[in-house]
């Protein structure tokens, strides 16, 4: 079966400060990967989306990066973070070939920039 | 270009008593068409999808949605909610896999009432 793991699960960075967070799935090949944000209170917003290693479309301007340096890891970066960074961050993947485009998710990172 | 709106925001609803959060879509193309549920500080689960077939989808959770071509929606639907099913519903459009990224709604915060 497939899984999907994400870490760190809560973060708390300073402004200014580099993050990294990680997705992994395991258990399917060549899956599309998505990075999406949840402010507090709000719905989901798509930040990147991947349908191949090195293959990474931005759906957002800001000061995020991502990439995807193996088939089945994901990996979302800032250089420095801004406030209005904080937020619940969520990876998932979907299947590459097959019928439907159905999300897994993974369980979230919080990330809270003071 | 593909977009959902879910009409309302919050909804209280009794434990025993029927539910129905609706889904409204717009989507050039036959549409592929899910609802996802989260419990908070957690990742999204599929509670059902629709993607051809009879209009009315079972799910899990005792959870059901019509899709109504005509109306451009995909209402969810319980009989009977139970305390255990607080938690926010989001509905998402999409085209086939790899055939491009799914839209989600802002999503229903559901509180039910003892």
């Known amino acids: 079966s497939q899984t999907i793991h994400q870490w760190p699960a809560t973060l708390v960075q300073p402004v200014g400060s580099p993050l990294s967070l990680e997705c992994t799935v395991e258990g399917t090949s060549n899956p599309n990967l998505y990075w999406y944000r949840q402010a507090a209170g709000r719905g989901l917003q798509l930040l990147f989306y991947s349908v191949g290693i090195g293959q990474i479309s931005s759906e957002v301007p800001q000061n995020l990066s991502a990439s995807r340096p193996q088939d089945r890891q994901f990996i979302l970066s800032s250089k420095k973070l801004l406030l209005s960074d904080s937020g619940f961050y969520l990876c998932?993947?979907?299947?590459?070939?097959?019928?439907?485009?159905?999300?897994?998710f993974g369980p979230g990172t919080r990330l809270t920039v003071l | 270009a593909q977009s959902v709106t879910q009409p309302d925001i919050h909804i209280t609803v009794s434990e025993g008593a029927s539910l129905e959060l609706r889904c409204n879509y717009s989507y050039g193309a036959t549409p592929y068409l899910f609802w996802y549920v989260q419990s908070p500080g957690q990742g999204l689960q599929l509670l059902l999808k629709y993607f051809s077939g009879d209009t009315l989808v079972q799910g899990i959770k005792g959870f059901e949605a019509e899709f109504k071509r005509s109306q451009s929606s995909f209402n969810l639907r319980k009989p009977s909610v139970h305390w255990s099913d607080a938690a926010e519903y989001f509905c998402a459009v999409g085209p086939g896999a790899n055939a491009g990224k799914s839209t989600f709604g802002d999503g229903t915060t559901l509180t039910v009432k003892p």
């Open positions: 998932a993947w979907s299947p590459g070939t097959g019928v439907t485009s159905e999300q897994f």
